[in-house]
């Protein structure tokens, strides 16, 4: 386990999109195959496309973007200080 942030990650393992074939549905897929849930945290618009495309909850800052740029987002910030594990737990498992 790694400790950063006030966070605990647990990661077993982790695929780079350069090991992917397809980059879009890499997330989404990997987290089936595991039976786990996806989310991608992103600042660009096809990065958010990608996560849609591949059925994946999705976080867009507007970094890079501007807000009405991310339509596709499932919650859009403009800091990741607005975004907490409790925020990342209630859009991956709303019914817990």
Known sequence: MNHRFGIIFDVDGVIADSEAINVRATSKAFADILGIDAMRIEDFKS???AASAAG???IA???TCPRDA???A???VDTLFEVSL???RQMLRPNV
């Open 74 to 76: 499932d919650k859009t």
């Open 56 to 58: 994946c909850q999705s």
């Open 86 to 88: 409790d925020t990342i």
């Open 61 to 63: 800052v507007t970094n």
């Open 47 to 49: 990065g958010i496309e």
């Open 70 to 72: 991310l339509p596709s």
